[in-house]
């Protein structure tokens, strides 16, 4: 079935410890997207990819950084994870990246920090 | 910053009721998308309306936009309970470029059997 598919879909990571989130799409999508999503405030865009070879930051970037080496590839690095980065984590992939399309999610990394 | 602000946070109604849920949101838009997310997935998209249409329908689902008073609605027709999910809208911003989604806080609804 095609779609998004997000790994680990649960982790608990120690404080400092380094952390990369994976997230592979098999719909040939150009654009990619990562958010967290934490109680009471919805999803807030992390890092976003309109095309393989270039990133640009969303609303919260900071602790977090993305390559996008090809097309169906989107990893998330925690570099060093701090409690505040405890959330869910959603990749996402739009077609072209032009606005007024639908995102297609994957379902999610439960991440833990203590 | 949240675009979006959803009201109510959240709603319980029966099997058959309709349900309407409103998204309020600050800034000029291009368009407004509305999701849906079961629990422990992720969202899925349930519907967009540009800026320049009032009101659109798919299935039981009816959306409504007002720009001038910066506000949106979703009705549910005859619920089921398997509608029931947190409901999100997502706006991007006017004359932004690119795909960029800003998300509200989200409604919970269940519906009850």
């Known amino acids: 079935i095609a779609g998004i598919t997000q790994a680990p879909t649960s982790q608990i990571l120690a404080a400092g410890r380094r952390m990369t989130l994976r997230c592979t799409q098999d719909m040939r999508h150009n654009a990619m997207y990562w958010y967290r999503q934490d109680l009471g405030l919805g999803l807030r865009l992390i890092h976003y990819s309109n095309t393989a070879g270039t990133t640009g930051k969303g609303e919260v970037p900071d602790g977090y950084s993305v390559s996008r080496a090809n097309t169906d590839d989107f990893p998330l690095t925690l570099a060093s994870a701090v409690p505040s980065q405890t959330s869910v984590y959603f990749c996402a992939s739009s077609p072209s990246g032009a606005g007024g399309e639908p995102q297609h999610f994957g379902d999610g990394t439960r991440l833990s920090i203590l | 910053s949240q675009q979006g602000e959803e009201d109510p946070q959240a709603l319980s109604i029966q099997e058959g009721e309709n349900a309407t849920m409103n998204c309020s949101y600050k800034?000029?838009?291009?368009?407004l998308q509305w999701y849906r997310q079961n629990s422990g997935r992720g969202l899925v998209h349930l519907i967009l309306i540009r800026s320049n249409e009032r009101e659109k329908h798919s299935g039981r689902l009816r959306v409504t936009l007002d720009t001038s008073k910066k506000s949106s609605s979703l009705l549910i027709t005859a619920s089921r309970a398997a509608d029931t999910a947190s409901y999100f809208c997502a706006t991007d911003a006017y004359k932004a470029a690119g795909n960029k989604l800003t998300f509200g806080g989200g409604t919970r609804v269940l519906v009850k059997p």
């Open positions: 800034t000029s838009i291009n368009n």
